[in-house]
């Protein structure tokens, strides 16, 4: 297991979807095994294999923020199956997007089918902040970044403060 380096916006990779995975096996588990040691080290609560370089539908999340008691959740291929109506609003970050955080409006509610780590299909109906970071998360899947919901003006400030932030970077 191993911590990657989290590609950040603006990076086209970010923007590309990601491809189903056709089976679980010692590679995915891996990877998942990396990407939840990333999330872990940057801090974050949730990754997409996207945002390490990797196009394969896979997230993984821990919105348990216990040091001592984590309750890492792995989803390959996840399909949103239903969504409540009922909308609610989190202060949303990225670890793609660093140092910027926005209100961001979702369903509350959403019911996902997926693949654990070990290949077994799942159905997992979730609520509150577990919703949204599925939800978030699964953008990332689709190219999508949580500033996509953003105003153009909000959008391109952040944009423009990231580039500017990775332009003064000295790489030695």
Do not use: W
Request: hydrophobic residues 35%.
């Amino acid at each position: 297991m191993s911590v990657k380096s989290i590609l950040t916006e603006p990076n086209k990779l970010l923007r590309q979807i990601s491809k189903p995975v056709e089976n679980v096996g010692d590679e995915e588990r891996r990877l998942m095994d990396d990407m939840l040691d990333t999330m872990y080290a940057a801090p974050g609560i949730g990754l997409a294999a996207i945002q390490i370089g990797v196009p394969k539908r896979i997230i993984v999340m821990d919105i348990s923020r216990d040091e001592d008691k984590k309750e890492p959740r792995y989803f390959v291929n996840p399909v949103i199956k239903n969504k409540n109506d009922i909308t609610s609003k989190y202060e949303e970050g990225c670890l793609s997007v660093p140092d910027q955080f926005a209100e961001i409006e979702r369903p509350n509610e959403c019911e996902v089918e997926y693949l654990d780590y070990n290949g077994k299909k799942q159905l997992l109906k979730a609520d509150g902040l577990l919703a949204t970071c599925i939800q978030h998360e699964m953008d990332h899947l689709e190219g999508v970044l949580f500033i996509d919901y953003l105003s153009k003006l909000k959008k391109s400030m952040i944009i423009k403060k990231l580039s500017k932030i990775k332009s003064n970077r000295i790489i030695v």
